[in-house]
């Protein structure tokens, strides 16, 4: 212990100081969290045992009966719709915008800046901003689609369990894409501009050049990207909680906000834990995707 | 002999910037050309307006009989070797080679045989399956000369391939250069600011200034006959000392703006009373015996390499010369040097053109 304090004093440990400061700071604000979570989803947590330190043990109780539920299946595939959706979209439109912006016409750069106000947003906001634009009666959104002949009746789209998933993820695409976007334009810029002219000497067009070097390049940011879309994508929260509440009859409904649902509704804490030990399985996933996309960067 | 690339009054605006001044250049099949200067002189614009990767704002390109001016990079069949070696990152060396073929949809097995010829003719045999990051700076410039001449292009377009090696390389590889150049009956063009790279490589030199070719003609050429104080001084090592004289009053004698100088005659006629500068090679000044014709100069410094030995005299402007062996000067002597009168090459003082025939 005194060789401890010694090595400390004499600056010889100061590494270890400097790295179990922030390692304590996680562990005490998300490690616990985690674990207290993990150890919930084992007990039988309602309104009577909350309050108790001691909780009966109920191994994989919650577990078995969360997937005997009439509804977890709907609401896993659900979620599934949500996160691929979601991503999908955003990465399309946020790549096509990035690779737009890259062509550097006048102001390219501070509109491109302008676009990030979608992302710093709060979802709340976006959320009501959405229930105007998809309103069934007044909505812009089918004054749109009404005017251009795509539809002939009003769509309903909060309240049509047929679209009631598809209003959020529209609107979870306009939230997440400038950020793609953002992301995508930095993989781009960092891409030597040599490469394209050596390419082009090659004899590769446009098209060719794209596939053959601008594609592979961005291998890492984009398998970041898509890393950092699940995470965010089984983040969101505001937005059901704003558009849908999970309706109607759960047709919107997706693990996250269902976790909330059961846990602070319906007071099943140790259900609602369960779930989201299901969901962080994903997220460490996604993780470990994401950290190896970034440790494989290309470098010339 | 036919031209394989040929231009004429070329010109290139930035803006309002004057890039390229009317540039008109004849490259023949097979020529070594390069194209020298000072840093911003325009020398790699005119290749990169060559390659197609700027465009040209007047004049004509044509290359192989074809005009280029508005053909994209990719239909000149050029192959271009980048200062940065611009090597995909992502591809190995054999795909690096490979990729103009695959471009083209060449068999699998027709471009990895190419490949292969190549890396033999290059010696990158044994790193064919490396990655560019895995290789040294002089094996990545193989890679770069190796992807440039599997396609057997109409010219070979080098933009100071040489520039990032240590010196010692440097040397190697502009020998191994030419001989390449020379095996496969390339044409070449090769942009440097290295004028011993363009002396040394070149069967064609063209020095740049300004947007402007100041001369052009074969290595030796320039170097004995400069057009100019700019092409004088730009060629040879260590630079040309330059004095300031008068022409004598019956107009067919120098007087040397130097303390003790007497009368030198010439062999033209000039101006009586015009003022020129008298430029003189450090290995055309040779020590005079006293009672020859010369200049009484005072040393300051003595550098040896060993083999020469560099001489720098306390004069204003300083002349340097240049000895061979060792040197029994020391720093503080006083020597009275001379030189012959046709290595002297005389230049207008005012335009610097040069006024002193062949």
């Not at chain 1, 983040?235 to 269902?258: E, K």
């Not at chain 2, 001016?69 to 992502?90: C, E, G, I, T």
């Amino acid at each position: 212990m005194r060789r401890i304090i010694a090595s400390v004093r004499d600056g010889r440990g100061f590494d270890f100081v400097l790295v179990g400061v922030p390692f304590a700071f996680l562990f005490a604000l998300a490690g616990l969290p985690l674990i207290y979570n993990i150890l919930m989803s084992f007990q039988e947590v309602d309104m009577f045992s909350l309050g108790s330190f001691i909780r009966p043990f109920v191994g994989i109780d919650n577990y078995v009966a969360l997937f005997r539920q009439p509804e977890t299946w709907p609401i896993l595939t659900n979620t599934l719709i949500f996160v691929v959706g979601s991503i999908a979209g955003q990465f399309v439109i946020g790549f096509g915008l990035a690779l737009f912006f890259w062509t550097s016409f006048p102001g390219a750069s501070w509109l491109r800046g302008l676009f990030l106000v979608s992302w710093v947003m709060p979802g709340l906001v976006v959320g009501a901003i959405w229930n105007w634009i998809l309103s069934g009666d007044f909505g812009v959104l089918n004054f749109f689609l009404r005017e251009s002949g795509l539809i002939t009746a009003n769509i309903f789209w909060r309240s049509d369990p047929n679209f009631s998933l598809w209003a959020v993820v529209i609107a979870n695409i306009w939230l997440g894409t400038s950020f793609n976007m953002i992301l995508l334009s930095v993989g781009l810029s960092a891409i030597p501009g040599d490469l394209y002219e050596a390419a082009d000497m090659d004899g590769a067009n446009a098209w060719q050049r794209f596939w053959t070097i601008t594609l592979p390049m961005m291998r890492s940011t984009i398998g970041a990207i898509i890393a950092l879309g699940l995470i965010f994508t089984l983040q969101q929260f505001d937005l059901f909680a704003a558009i849908t509440d999970g309706g109607p009859n759960n047709s919107s409904n997706v693990a996250q906000y269902w976790a909330w649902d059961l846990s602070f509704r319906q007071y099943d804490f140790g259900r609602g834990a369960t779930i989201s030990v299901i969901m962080t399985v994903f997220v460490m996933f996604a993780a470990a995707v994401y950290v190896r996309s970034t440790r494989h960067e290309v470098r010339g | 002999m036919t031209q394989q690339i040929e231009l004429s009054g070329i010109n290139k605006y930035y803006g309002a910037y004057h890039a390229l001044r009317d540039i008109n250049l004849s490259i023949p099949k097979g020529a070594f050309v390069a194209l020298v200067g000072p840093s911003g002189c325009g020398k790699s614009t005119l290749l990169r307006s060559l390659a197609g990767l700027e465009t040209i704002s007047s004049g004509d390109l044509v290359i192989a009989g074809e005009r280029m001016n508005d053909m994209p990079p990719r239909k000149r069949d050029l192959a271009m070797v980048f200062q940065s070696y611009a090597l995909y990152p992502h591809m190995t060396v054999e795909q690096n080679l490979t990729y103009s073929l695959r471009i083209k949809g060449v068999k699998k097995a027709q471009a990895k045989k190419a490949a292969e010829e190549v890396a033999a003719i290059t010696g990158l045999s044994d790193l064919l399956h490396r990655y560019p990051r895995e290789l040294s700076g002089g094996q990545r410039q193989r890679v770069a000369m190796s992807r440039a001449i599997i396609r057997h292009p109409k010219a070979f377009l080098f933009d100071e391939p040489l520039s990032n090696l240590d010196a010692a390389l440097r040397v190697h590889m502009r020998k191994e250069i030419r001989a390449l150049h020379d095996r496969l009956g390339a044409t070449s063009v090769y942009v440097t600011h290295d004028q011993v790279e363009a002396m040394t490589m070149a069967d064609h030199v063209v020095i740049m200034r300004a947007g402007v070719i100041e001369q052009q003609g074969r290595p030796l050429d320039l170097y004995d006959r400069p057009a100019n104080r700019f092409v004088a001084g730009f060629i040879g090592s260590p630079a040309m000392n330059f004095i300031p004289a008068k022409i004598g009053e019956n107009g067919r004698s120098l007087v040397l703006d130097l303390p003790g100088t007497q009368m030198l005659d010439l062999d033209l006629a000039l101006q009586p009373g015009r003022e020129v500068l008298v430029g003189v090679r450090p290995e055309h000044l040779v020590i005079a015996p006293p009672d020859q014709l010369g200049f009484d100069v005072p040393i300051v410094a003595i550098e040896s390499t060993g083999a020469t030995t560099f001489v720098t005299t306390q004069t204003s402007p300083e002349i340097v010369f240049v000895q061979n062996g060792r040197s029994s000067l020391q720093a503080g002597h006083t020597v009275r040097l001379g030189f012959a009168l046709e290595n002297v090459h005389i230049f207008d003082a005012a335009s610097e053109q040069r006024l002193s025939g062949d």
